[in-house]
């Protein structure tokens, strides 16, 4: 059974009416979290393109925007998927909206025919959540680069297979 939040949830492909409250709760974030800079211009680009190398889809509750993700297929690479974001509402966070954007990612991605999907995660600890999420999903954390970012913050990769 459904949990009351995850009910009246539907997370579906992002349109031009969806960007203003989209970018809103991106703008929020990005006080606190420094790593989210080019995902608005993703964002952007899959709205206005939603058959380029960008994707991006919303989390609708009630007619409110509470959370987005952004993807795609890795261009000129074989069958591979990248996820480039999540993010959902402060006030919806922990209640299962984070693992619906993952599926509804993981799924879309499964039918372009992607066969794995990479996720590249600074290891910061405003990031912890993220990767936690993930981890939760079935990702595997399969390799860091050490000082990759800056000195003391490593990029970690983490893999999703699809059957
Ligand atoms: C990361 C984020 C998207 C998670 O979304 P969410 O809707 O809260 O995630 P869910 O409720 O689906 O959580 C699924 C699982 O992930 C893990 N998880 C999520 N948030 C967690 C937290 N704060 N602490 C520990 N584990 C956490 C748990 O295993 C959780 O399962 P559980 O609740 O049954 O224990 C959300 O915290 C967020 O928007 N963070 C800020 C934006 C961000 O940093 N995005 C990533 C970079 S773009």
């Known amino acids: 059974m459904l949990a009351p939040a ?33 995902v608005p211009d993703l964002l952007r680009n899959a709205v206005a393109d939603p058959t380029g190398e960008h994707r991006a889809c919303v989390a609708e509750r009630d007619a409110e925007v509470v959370g987005l993700g952004v993807y795609g297929m890795v261009a000129g690479a074989v069958r591979t998927g990248m996820l480039y974001a999540v993010l959902v509402a402060p006030r919806s966070r922990r209640s299962g909206i984070g693992s619906r954007i993952v599926f509804h990612v993981t799924t879309e991605l499964a039918s372009v025919a992607a066969r794995t999907i990479f996720a590249e995660v600074p290891g910061d600890p405003c990031l912890v959540r993220y990767r936690a999420l993930l981890i939760a999903y079935g990702f595997v954390e399969e390799s860091r680069i050490d000082d990759y970012y800056r000195d003391g913050v490593p990029q970690i990769v983490s893999r999703f297979d699809l059957p």
């Not at 009910?7 to 960007?19: G, M, P, S, T, Y």
């Not at 970018?23 to 606190?32: C, M, S």
């Open 6 to 38: 995850l009910k009246r949830l539907a997370v579906r492909a992002a349109c031009e009416n969806d960007l203003a409250a989209a970018l809103a709760l991106l703008n929020w974030e990005k006080a606190r979290n420094p790593w989210i800079g080019r």
